[in-house]
């Protein structure tokens, strides 16, 4: 009698999401008194942004009836109204004020996220126990000098777990095979004194346009990406990401040249990045997440990107 092996199933879900900081709006797409439904880590959240410019990130279902406060949740001041009956919540998630009571019980309250607002992107910290932020958000400078371009932003949504994402940036081999570079560039991965932020840098001297690419890598899904392909001429691609349910990440991306070399690598370098994400799509459509992977002697970095990702996880 012959068996038949059942099919692994199609599933990330042996993974939680990470612990860190993690992008949930663009700055310049929320205005001061507007409001926005989010969706992350499987949450709904509401975002707001005070009348004095304080962004802010809420547990979206009110504790009275449980309205979502990101629709039709109205800015009053420093707080966010719920569009149900009127109950006011502050940048803490307290209720400050119910229209038609003089008294607020006392668990009238919400979960507010801690925020971060940096490179132009509304960060939230995420961690499973809600403990506090263990790191920052890094700052970018070539984000806002004057010697390189205003940034271009791009976002994308990737039917896969943020950790699967992050690591393909420690995949060397797969440059090869599925974005067609003629060899495998030589990487090294190194891991700052204190294990947490990771360096990958690779060396594609093959490449069309010959580059060293140095990844610095804060948490799974925020990752500070430089090429340089000579003196002067640098490239810099700010990713973040909105992990929205176990397999779905909402990716950012902003990116900017010195402006030396805009002219010849601003949109071409775009344009491949986004043809490159292309190539990459049908992989992480329907790969499986593999917890024990067999790996082979030369793929060192991705072992190492394995044993500094455990870290994110309680
Ligand atoms: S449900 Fe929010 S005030 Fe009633
Ligand atoms: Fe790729």
């Given amino acids: 009698m012959s068996s038949i092996a059942p099919c692994e199933s199609h599933t990330q879900s042996q993974l939680d999401f990470p612990i860190g900081w993690f992008s949930v709006a663009r700055s310049r797409d929320i205005g001061k008194g507007e409001v926005q439904r989010v969706y992350a880590f499987d949450?709904?959240?509401?975002?707001?942004?005070?009348?004095?410019?304080?962004?802010?990130?809420?547990?979206?279902f009110c504790p009275h009836l449980g309205a979502h406060m990101g629709v039709e949740g109205r800015v009053v001041g420093e707080t966010l109204r719920c569009p149900f009956h009127g109950w006011q919540f502050g940048v803490d998630g307290a209720c400050t004020e119910i229209p038609y009571c003089d008294e607020v019980p006392e668990r009238a309250r919400v979960r507010s996220w801690t925020v971060s607002e940096t490179n132009g992107d509304i960060m939230v910290w995420y961690?499973?126990?809600?403990?506090?932020?263990?790191?920052?958000?890094?700052?970018?400078?070539?984000?806002?000098?004057?010697?390189?371009?205003?940034?271009?932003y791009w976002e994308f949504t990737i039917p896969n777990h943020i950790q699967n994402i992050a690591e393909n940036t420690c995949d060397p081999v797969h440059f090869q095979f599925v974005h067609k570079m003629p060899d495998t560039p030589p990487s090294e991965i190194t891991v700052a004194e204190d294990?947490?932020?990771?360096?990958?840098?690779?060396?594609?001297?093959?490449?069309?346009?010959?580059?060293?690419?140095?990844?610095?890598?804060h948490?799974?899904?925020?990752?500070?990406?430089?090429?340089?392909?000579?003196?002067?001429?640098?490239?810099?691609?700010?990713?973040?990401?909105?992990?929205?349910?176990l397999n779905e990440t909402h990716m950012r991306w902003s990116l900017t040249?010195?402006?030396?070399?805009?002219?010849?690598?601003?949109?071409?370098?775009?344009?491949?990045?986004?043809?490159?994400?292309?190539?990459?799509?049908?992989?992480?459509e329907h790969k499986i997440y593999r917890a024990k992977p067999v790996?082979?002697?030369?793929d060192q970095s991705l072992v190492g990107f394995r044993k500094w990702v455990r870290q994110f996880y309680v």
Avoid at 195 to 216: F, I, Q, S, Y
Avoid at 264 to 272: C, E, H, K, P, S
Avoid at 295 to 298: L, Y
Wanted: glycine share 8%; with cysteine; charged share 25%.
């Fill in 295 to 298: 790996f082979c002697k030369a």
């Fill in 127 to 152: 961690h499973p126990n809600e403990e506090a932020p263990g790191w920052d958000v890094p700052m970018v400078e070539e984000l806002c000098s004057d010697e390189w371009t205003d940034p271009q």
């Fill in 195 to 217: 294990g947490r932020v990771l360096t990958l840098v690779a060396d594609a001297k093959e490449a069309v346009h010959p580059n060293t690419l140095t990844v610095h890598m």
């Fill in 219 to 245: 948490n799974p899904g925020l990752a500070i990406v430089r090429t340089s392909y000579g003196p002067g001429a640098e490239m810099l691609v700010y990713s973040t990401a909105q992990p929205t349910h």
């Fill in 257 to 284: 040249v010195r402006k030396e070399i805009v002219d010849f690598v601003g949109d071409d370098v775009m344009r491949g990045i986004k043809d490159g994400i292309g190539d990459d799509y049908p992989i992480w």
């Fill in 43 to 60: 949450r709904e959240l509401a975002l707001f942004r005070t009348r004095e410019g304080k962004a802010v990130v809420l547990d979206a």
